[in-house]
């Protein structure tokens, strides 16, 4: 046992900790920095698999990106202290037992398969060659799938500031707290109501 | 590097995906749900870097889908959590139980 796997199974156990304290702690802001450390493990694992592009693409993505906007609508919805419900002791078990059976399932599956690698060469995942790649539109390009990307995210950009946007107070609703019979009627002078389309019986 | 065979990489993976598992079955809170499933994604993504690294290492194949999965998890991110907001908006709530207009 050298020192590479040493670090192996450091970091193993790392990510899986960290993950496994993510999913069972009861504060939601603990759960969201839990998964902070375990995708930082995932990034220490790449790195390892010495594929650094995509360990940095990690650790920006996910580390910078998607867990800030978790912890955002953490601090938008809820109070970060409170406690979260546990979940029954019977949904505990059965889910506890499906996963279980699901781990053991697929590590008798892995361990008696036989892995054939197919060439020796070693991995050389440089930036340019994974650029170059990327753009290219020969046999082995990517560029179709890239453009195709690059179109979602404009469309999943447009679509949650659409999703997200408070919406427009509709012509001829109520203001929030105020009820129908509360209102006296006609008080508004014509020339100032919301749509002057409507007569200002229709509006109450 | 050579020391650790490829089963044990995809053991972590296989844990890490039955962990992100149980929290979608256990959690009631949407947020911690979408937290679930990067963790998924990650184990996901683990896979096709160990499988490119191990068995085909002389082309990139797993290195972009990893590429791939990563800026979908990311719009897929976003997307939900703009849900989650206007759900909040309107509900004052995001327990999963409390959204149940369109159901049934």
């Known amino acids: 046992m050298n020192a590479s796997a040493i670090i192996f199974y450091i970091l193993s156990a790392f990510i899986l900790g960290a993950a496994l304290l993510s999913v069972t ?6 759960a969201a920095i839990w998964l902070l450390f375990s995708l930082i493990g995932v990034a220490g694992l790449y790195f390892w698999m010495q594929v650094e592009f995509i360990a940095a693409v990690q650790i920006v993505v996910y580390v910078g990106g998607i ?7 953490i601090f938008l919805t809820q109070q970060s202290g409170s406690e979260m419900i546990r979940p029954g002791k019977k949904q505990l078990i059965i889910s506890l037992l499906a996963v279980l059976f699901g781990t053991a399932f697929t590590y008798n599956l892995i361990q008696h398969y036989q892995f054939t690698p197919t060439s020796s060469k070693p991995l050389a995942a440089n930036v340019s060659d994974i650029g170059l790649q990327m753009l ?11 453009e195709v990307v690059s179109m979602l995210l404009l469309a999943s950009m447009i679509g949650c500031i659409v999703i997200a946007m408070k919406a427009p107070a509709v012509p001829g609703s109520l203001p929030e707290g105020f009820e129908k019979d509360e209102l006296p009627p006609l008080q508004l002078p ?10 200002a019986e229709e509006i109450m | 590097m050579n020391t650790i065979p490829l089963t044990h990489i995809l053991f972590v993976s296989t844990a890490l995906f039955f962990i992100g598992m149980y929290g979608l079955f256990t959690r009631r809170n949407i947020i911690t749900m979408l937290m ?8 996901v993504n683990i896979n096709f870097i160990a499988f490119n690294k191990y068995l085909h290492p002389a082309n990139l194949d797993g290195v972009f889908f990893t590429i791939f999965i990563i800026a979908i998890a990311a719009a897929e991110a976003a997307v939900a959590i703009a849900i989650i907001i206007n759900l909040y908006r309107n509900h004052k709530s995001i327990d999963i139980e409390d959204a149940a207009e369109m159901k049934y």
């Open chain 1, 67 to 73: 867990v800030v906007l978790i912890i955002f609508s």
């Open chain 1, 190 to 199: 014509k020339n100032i109501l919301v749509n002057p389309v409507q007569p």
């Open chain 1, 136 to 146: 290219s539109t020969t046999e082995h390009g990517f560029v179709l799938p890239f």
């Open chain 2, 36 to 43: 679930s499933i990067e963790l998924i994604l990650n184990s």
């Open chain 1, 25 to 30: 702690t009861t504060k939601i802001f603990r």
